[in-house]
């Protein structure tokens, strides 16, 4: 055994140090300059649409394509209950109250049947709902297919919470890039990182300029500090853009990475009784693997492999607790099936990192095999 094995560590290297250093150089350090408007350019274009807008982090992205769209007191929110804390707070600092939805045993998306039973439900009680905001999870899009014609039936935004699927596509066309806006994180564990970020994408222009200024404490373009209402201080630092510049650069390099680990964890498995990759197809960017473990068929449980692991130094954490269940949503309104607790319960999400050496990769399939081998 040697140095820890970590989930999903950033892949950072030279190139990144001298983007950083032309930026630092070039005297922007603020959260302004020509880093930060190449980077929105360079990830529209990769994610198909016409406008960006960089930001602190994928939370400060949600929280602006909400309040852009009108979301605020009173309405009702449909958030994926299997999520990161995140998007579920990003409903609660408009005021607007979440109501978590249960997911696709097979992907850990939210259900599209569960969605549509839930409008139907608050229709005929008279809410209003704000928006639907799905989410990738792990990096793979949620079912656009089923979810973008309810969106349009019931009239209510779609807001993609593309956080953990840049690089991604559904059917060809690329995450990020579906409903009234998506978002997308830069935080130091995802994809791709600028340290702490994220961006805000969409092809309509009012609803980005909206974004952008609220992003800026809402100043008005005069030469003195004028506000008329309350804005946020959202904006992304040059340094940090010229950082993701860079990461961005070698996406597909770090994609392709992380999907020969995915490959190879789906052929250590492969003849394990019990035990399913959770989700990801061959359009996602494999961001984060998981597997998911029948104890009754596999006759060991998710934990213990978890613990095997740890033994070797080696990262792993269980799959998302549903947000259902987070104390600080106690009384939340939740519609369920029982897909993400038994996610939660059986699920277990392994080294992903594109960092990661061919040593390291070797030493986490052993210890799978050895442990698998006792069982």
């Known amino acids: 055994m040697t ?8 892949d950072v290297g030279e190139l990144e140090e001298a983007y950083v250093v032309e930026a630092l150089r070039s005297g922007w350090v603020a959260p302004a300059g020509p880093a ?28 602006l394509a909400l309040l852009a769209t009108g979301v605020g007191p009173g309405q009702a929110v449909l958030v994926p209950t299997l999520t990161f804390a995140a998007t579920a ?6 005021g607007a109250d979440p109501v978590f939805v249960d997911c696709d045993p097979h992907t850990g998306n939210i259900d ?4 549509a039973e839930t409008l139907h439900e608050l229709r005929a009680e008279g809410r209003t709902v704000g928006a639907v905001m799905p989410v990738d999870l792990f990096g ?35 995450a990020g890039s579906f409903g009234v806006a998506g978002v997308i994180s830069f935080n130091g564990n995802k994809i791709m990182t600028t340290s702490g970020g994220g961006m805000l994408l969409s092809d309509n222009r009012a609803l980005t300029e909206r974004c952008r200024h609220l992003s800026t404490q809402a100043r008005q373009p005069v030469p003195h500090y004028q506000h008329e209402e309350i804005g946020y201080n959202y904006r992304l630092s040059n340094l940090l853009a010229a950082l993701g510049r860079a990461q961005l650069s070698r996406l597909d390099e770090m994609i392709a990475r992380r999907r020969a680990l995915r490959d190879a964890y789906a052929k250590v498995f492969a003849s394990v009784d019990g035990v399913d990759l959770l989700g990801a197809d061959d359009e996602a960017n494999c961001w984060l693997t998981s597997i998911v473990v029948d104890p009754a068929r596999a006759g060991w449980q998710a934990s213990d492999l978890a613990q095997h692991l740890a033994g070797q130094n080696i990262e792993t954490r269980p799959v998302f607790k549903p947000m259902h269940l987070q104390p600080v949503f106690a009384g939340a309104r939740a519609v369920l099936s029982g897909a993400s607790e038994r996610l939660f319960d059986q699920g277990l999400t392994l080294p992903s990192g ?11 399939l052993e210890t799978i095999t050895e442990f698998l081998g006792r069982n």
């Open 36 to 63: 930060v408007d190449a980077f929105e350019r360079e990830v529209a274009a990769r994610a198909g649409v016409a406008h960006a807008v960089a930001v602190s982090s994928g939370t400060a992205g949600l929280h």
């Open 354 to 364: 594109s960092v990661l050496t061919e040593h390291d990769r070797q030493r986490i």
């Open 140 to 174: 793979t899009c949620a079912d656009y297919n089923e979810l973008i014609p309810l969106c349009d039936e019931f009239r209510v935004p779609l807001i993609e919470d593309a956080a953990e699927s840049l690089g991604s596509s559904y059917r060809g066309r690329p």
């Open 89 to 94: 707070n990003a409903v609660a600092y408009t």
């Open 112 to 115: 599209p049947a569960l969605v």
């Open 3 to 10: 140095g820890r094995i970590l989930l999903s560590a950033p």
